[in-house]
């Protein structure tokens, strides 16, 4: 079984029911609705496709709605695209009409752009494919030369080399963005260009003012997010290491070390963390991914990610099916290492709470004994997030009787949600019906070993595990209540 989990974005090649539901059939995890694209009425539907098709095949997955964030971009040219030489000038203006760009300036989206550049930056612009160097910044211009001969088209993105500019992660369309996503029942919520926890802060207050439940995804893509990384993902119930725009703020080299850190810092807080960006993105065109593409989702299953996402790969590419398919193949396979197997993440540390003691307890003595499964009955999901924070080749089970739980844990790595509705099982019958439960799922049989993980007051009161018990397959029975 897959413990990484597929993130999956709808776009114009993913937009029919037929290909949603092959790719719910082929795996994937969790759908990203992109609201930088499409009304809101549109992902809507597509959220509604997605569950209808999960219920169809007896899956549960996660929707993910990504909001668009500020767009720092250039406006548009006469002729849709210019060729800009090296060593001549080229202006952004913040007071230009939108639709005259020419080779020599071009409007801009972001007006207060003039007011964070100062001469001697570097701005960079469509992912960094040019530069520019800025010369002199008078009114509403922003006078630069071009480090580089290339062509320009329009709408291409604005990043400035070492970060610092002030746009703030929330606009006026994402707070509306936001209550949408709370009214298609969204799973997770992710906010761009995070800089700072009290942008993550509000956007969790806005969700939850809308009647949203969903998790707070932080897409790390600034560079002056980097300094305050810790208190980001504190504030966060998951982080994305979005490697395209971090990438060009960063630079390139700087991202394999930056991505293995985020990882590792997000698990130590018993954070989510999805990596993101280019993953398969020849696939887009080729049937098949590159090798380095191969190589790029294993070391990210090695380094501990929880979840790989799929752009364009999905949303515009030629082979969404076939890439979700080669990309949980290349997951299984690099699950199989050891590295990957087992840790000791968090064996030193004193825990003021039961559960997660329990959740640890029961992730040692897993990796200890010959165990099977853990199946964990769980209402808010703490518990199993905890023990995905531990590596294991151990499949864990959430058993929840909340809908909104089951859908969390969609991207949790190595946990799969099942639903059970344990207010109506007696206390001593809890071990016969967990035991039924996977038995009849097919993931044991007669003689497995598995853990079962629960409270004494189920369906009273949220955060109350405090049991641990281990039980052989064939040799539980049920009592009466």
């Not at 390139?252 to 810092?265: F, S, T």
């Amino acid at each position: 079984m897959r413990r990484t989990k597929i993130v999956a974005t709808l776009g114009p090649a993913s937009d029919d029911y037929e290909v949603i539901d092959e790719l719910v059939r082929a795996g994937v995890d969790v759908v990203r609705l992109n609201f930088s694209h499409g009304s809101h009425e549109e992902q809507k539907r597509r959220a509604e496709i997605v569950r209808e098709c999960a219920e169809k095949q007896g899956r549960v997955v996660g929707v993910l709605a990504d909001m668009q964030g500020p767009k720092i971009r250039t406006e548009r040219f006469v002729d849709r695209k210019v060729i800009l030489i090296k060593g001549e000038r080229f202006t952004l203006d913040a007071d230009m009409d939108p639709a005259a760009g020419t080779n020599e300036a071009v409007g801009i989206t972001y007006k207060s752009l003039v007011d964070d550049v100062k001469p001697g930056d570097t701005l960079l612009l469509d992912d960094g494919r040019m530069t520019l160097d800025v010369e002199s910044v008078e009114g509403s211009k922003i006078h630069c030369i071009v480090l580089q001969t290339g062509e320009l088209s329009d709408k291409k993105g604005i990043n400035l080399l070492g970060g610092g500019l002030s746009a703030p992660a929330l606009t006026d369309k994402d707070r509306e963005d936001i209550k949408a996503a709370a009214d298609i029942q969204a799973d997770y919520v992710a906010i761009s260009f995070v800089s700072n926890a009290a942008e993550v802060i509000e956007a969790r207050r806005l969700l939850r003012e809308a009647g949203g439940y969903g998790s707070i995804v932080a897409k790390i893509e600034r560079a002056e997010a980097l300094v305050k990384i810790d208190e980001i993902i504190e504030a966060s119930d998951a982080i994305m290491v979005a490697r395209g725009d971090l990438g060009v703020e960063v630079g390139d080299a700087e991202l394999p070390a930056i991505q293995k850190d985020l990882i590792q810092r997000a698990r130590a807080r018993d954070r989510v963390v999805i990596t993101a960006t280019q993953m398969m993105e020849s696939m887009i065109e080729n049937p098949i991914p590159t090798r380095a593409e191969v190589f790029d989702v294993a070391n990210a299953v090695h380094d501990g990610t929880d979840a790989v996402m799929l752009s364009g790969e999905t949303a515009a590419g030629r082979y969404p099916v076939k890439v979700v398919q080669a990309m949980s193949r290349i997951c299984e396979s690099a699950e199989k290492h050891p590295r990957v197997m087992k840790s000791d993440h968090r064996s030193n540390l004193t825990f003021n709470r039961v559960d997660e003691a329990i959740a640890m307890a029961t992730m040692y003595t897993a990796n200890h004994l010959n165990v099977d499964a853990i199946s964990a009955l769980t209402e808010s999901g703490s518990t199993v997030l905890w023990m995905s924070r531990i590596s294991s080749g151990i499949p864990i089970y959430a058993l929840s009787p909340i809908e909104k739980t089951r859908r969390k844990v969609t991207l949790y790595r190595g946990v799969y949600p099942l639903s059970i509705d344990f207010t109506q099982i007696g206390p001593y019958n809890i071990s016969s019906k967990v035991a039924a439960l996977l038995t009849a799922e097919e993931v044991v049989k007669e003689g497995d070993r598995i853990i079962i993980t629960r409270g004494d007051f189920l369906g009273k009161e949220a955060g109350g595990t405090n049991t641990m018990k281990v039980v052989t397959i064939g040799d539980v029975r049920v009592t009466q209540n």
